[in-house]
């Protein structure tokens, strides 16, 4: 029996091969042991997007040496002695949509609603719908990464002053 998943990978396998192409089986030999050796897979994109290496998004096929195919399963992933690409998609302007939206969420529960960021957000979901040049890109987080450092710092000062004001009327108290 074969399971159906999700890889993630550069184009290459973690050794450095070439990935094999659609519908070819490639096979691990030697030990399979979960996280160290053999072919790993998640039976959900988003599980298999915490080990992502590359932006190409597999769906595969498994089966290996123990029943159901599969030799170890962990939470979010499992290991197998033999995996084959059924499908594949390059999900770099997903998942720069994705990281976008996670910036936004990010930014609105953190009560960060400055314009430097607002534009930020607005620029990775531009690049990710193919409007915006890269280099502009970077430009934009780059001017966001330093009203963030700025900001962090700012917040930092802030704390120290009120901590050493408080030790100082603790002190005075004493």
């Known amino acids: 029996m074969t399971i159906r998943a999700y890889h993630f990978h550069t184009g290459r396998l973690r050794d450095g091969r070439p990935v094999p192409p659609l519908g070819e089986w490639l096979e691990h030999t030697g030990d399979v042991v979960i996280c160290r050796s053999g072919l790993h897979a998640s039976r959900h994109p988003a599980d298999a997007l915490t080990y992502a290496p590359g932006p190409y998004l597999d769906l595969v096929e498994c089966d290996g040496i123990v029943t159901d195919g599969i030799v170890t399963e962990h939470e979010d992933k499992f290991v197998c002695r033999r995996r084959r690409r059924i499908a594949t998609v390059d999900a770099t302007p997903l998942l720069v949509r994705y ?14 609603t400055d314009d430097v960021y607002q534009r930020a957000v607005l620029a990775t979901q531009s690049y990710a719908a193919g409007d915006l040049h890269p280099a502009k ?10 009203a963030a450092s700025d900001a962090a710092s700012d917040a930092a000062s802030d704390a120290a002053r009120a901590a050493a004001v408080d ?7 004493a």
């Open 137 to 146: 890109l970077e430009r934009i987080w780059a001017a966001a990464s330093d």
């Open 99 to 112: 990281a976008g939206e996670c910036a936004a969420l990010a930014c609105w529960c953190a009560g960060l």
């Open 167 to 173: 030790a100082a009327w603790a002190a005075s108290d």
